[in-house]
């Protein structure tokens, strides 16, 4: 069965750090475009980070340039979501998607999301 895991979140204050993982089980994670999504209360879910299939080619939404690193461990089935310097507007539930192909890092590219990790930013 293809699915998606994440993990990772938690509670952190403004200024520290987390690194979220998204494991793939039941299929070669190393064959798609893999995105990180989130989707804050009350908000659309919107595009983070995405990474292409080698790890060549990366995109960041602009609220997030220079704080998150996306990376991935094709031989362990796993991207990765480095967050630093966290903001409580990173506050949201935090999704992984694999899809077909690298493009604009938007949910309808994406086709096998994982459930979901919550990240909350507060002092």
């Known amino acids: 069965q293809l699915q998606l895991v994440e993990s990772g979140g938690g509670l952190v204050q403004p200024g520290g750090s987390l690194r979220l993982s998204c494991a793939a089980s039941g299929f070669t994670l190393g064959y798609y475009a893999i995105g990180w999504f989130r989707q804050a209360p009350g908000k659309e879910r919107e595009g983070v980070s995405c990474i292409s299939t080698s790890g060549g080619r990366t995109k960041y939404a602009d609220s997030v340039k220079g704080r998150f690193t996306i990376s991935r461990d094709n031989a362990k089935n796993t991207v990765y979501l480095q967050m630093n310097s966290l903001k409580p507007e990173d506050t949201a539930v935090y999704y992984c998607?694999?899809?077909?192909?690298?493009?604009?890092?938007?949910?309808?590219?994406?086709?096998?999301w994982g459930q979901g990790t919550q990240v909350t930013v507060s002092s």
């Open positions: 998607a694999a899809g077909g192909y690298y493009g604009a890092c938007a949910a309808y590219e994406y086709d096998y």
